[in-house]
């Protein structure tokens, strides 16, 4: 089973440059989160997703964007990198809410400088 | 605002000990807590998730405790062994699927 599928695992982006970062599941669940993990820090939500066109912002969404066409995929662009967006970010999807475990991506590490 | 805390940051100790992890949370209403496993370089893993009106949860050596009126929860694992070092994170659920993290704790199982 690959659970939740993150691309690519390692970018190094140019202030001002563009990106789109991947996330697939094949699990089928509706609900998908983005988060960023910065050094020595807990993670933080980005956006998220309760299904196929429905997306939400989470405590730091500032400098990104969500979109949610397919219950599989749910991709995060950076439309502006600046050195602040530089951290490890993780996807995660459940089935439901609340009182399901949270399935992870393995992360993509993204310096921009 | 929920805030989540994880203390020590860093833990070593001796192959075969006993030992607690510590997470403390600031509202008590919460629907769940899980308990994730982060090795370096990876994804993070649910361990254990313990629903609101339930004390504890347990799944081999791993037991995760919660006082929702105190704000803590404890993971304790019991025998420990060099394949357990990673960083143990805490995570609160009180806006329906949206977590709130700890800091984490880096454990190192020494042989």
């Known amino acids: 089973n690959a659970g939740v599928t993150q691309t690519p695992k390692f970018r190094i982006l140019k202030i001002g440059q563009s990106m789109t970062l991947q996330c697939a599941q094949d699990?089928?669940?509706?609900?998908m989160y983005w988060y960023r993990q910065d050094p020595g820090m807990g993670l933080k939500l980005i956006y998220y997703?309760?299904?196929?066109?429905?997306?939400d912002k989470g405590e730091v969404p500032n400098g990104y964007n969500v979109s949610r066409s397919t219950t599989e995929d749910f991709p995060l662009r950076l439309e502006l990198a600046a050195p602040s967006q530089t951290s490890v970010y993780f996807c995660?999807?459940?089935?439901?809410?609340?009182?399901?475990?949270?399935?992870f991506g393995s992360g993509t590490q993204l310096s921009v400088l | 605002k929920q805030e989540v805390t994880q203390i020590p940051a860093a833990l070593s100790v001796p192959e075969g000990e006993n030992l607690v992890l510590n997470c403390s949370f600031t509202?008590?209403?919460?629907?769940?807590l899980q308990w994730f496993r982060q090795d370096p370089g990876k994804g993070l893993t649910s361990l254990l998730l313990?629903?609101?009106?339930?004390r504890e949860q347990t799944s081999g050596r791993l037991n995760a405790s919660l006082d929702k009126s105190s704000g803590r929860s404890t993971l304790y694992i019991a025998a420990s062994q060099p394949g357990d070092s990673a960083t143990y994170l805490c995570?609160?659920?009180?806006?329906?699927?949206?977590?709130?993290f700890g800091q984490g704790t880096e454990l190192s199982v020494k042989p």
């Open positions: 995660a999807a459940t089935d439901r809410v609340p009182n399901e475990k949270l399935f």
């Open positions: 995570a609160v659920d009180n806006q329906g699927g949206k977590l709130i």
């Open positions: 509202d008590s209403a919460i629907y769940n």
């Open positions: 313990i629903q609101s009106s339930q």
């Open positions: 699990m089928n669940h509706n609900y």
């Open positions: 997703s309760v299904g196929a066109g429905i997306t």
